[in-house]
């Protein structure tokens, strides 16, 4: 059982940054992989950022490398997202998700959902 809290969406000018923050919670939090998808209206959820439980291996979709780093604290089961030079397209709802491993979380079968944060980037 786990569950997720996100906090820090926003709505920023083009070129801005946030800081998405997930605190994960309950008896298997500690060993799960952690990470970031979102979502914009009308297209489909797509992977963001994903990290593992150790927060020594972090994934990225190809669109936001270089830009947005995650980053994991194990002393409270708290994952961030900085986000860097943020584009209009990036605007979506983002919602922080968790399962066993990063490979099996980034396919988004069998993960946990928390109830998403609002990016708003505009141009």
């Known amino acids: 059982q786990v569950q997720l809290v996100e906090s820090g969406g926003g709505l920023v000018q083009a070129g801005g940054s946030l800081n998405l923050t997930c605190v994960a919670s309950g008896r298997t939090a500690r060993v799960l992989a952690l990470g970031w998808f979102r979502q914009a209206p009308g297209k489909d959820r797509e992977f963001v950022a994903a990290?593992?439980?150790?927060?020594?291996?972090?994934y990225y979709k190809d669109a936001v490398k270089g830009r947005f780093t995650l980053s994991r604290d194990n002393a409270d089961n708290t994952i961030h997202l900085q986000m860097n030079s943020l584009k209009p397209e990036d605007t979506a709802t983002y919602y922080c998700a968790a399962d066993n491993h990063v490979s099996v979380l980034a396919r988004a079968i069998s993960a946990s959902w928390g109830r998403g944060t609002q990016v708003t980037v505009s141009a």
């Open positions: 990290i593992n439980r150790s927060g020594n291996s972090a």
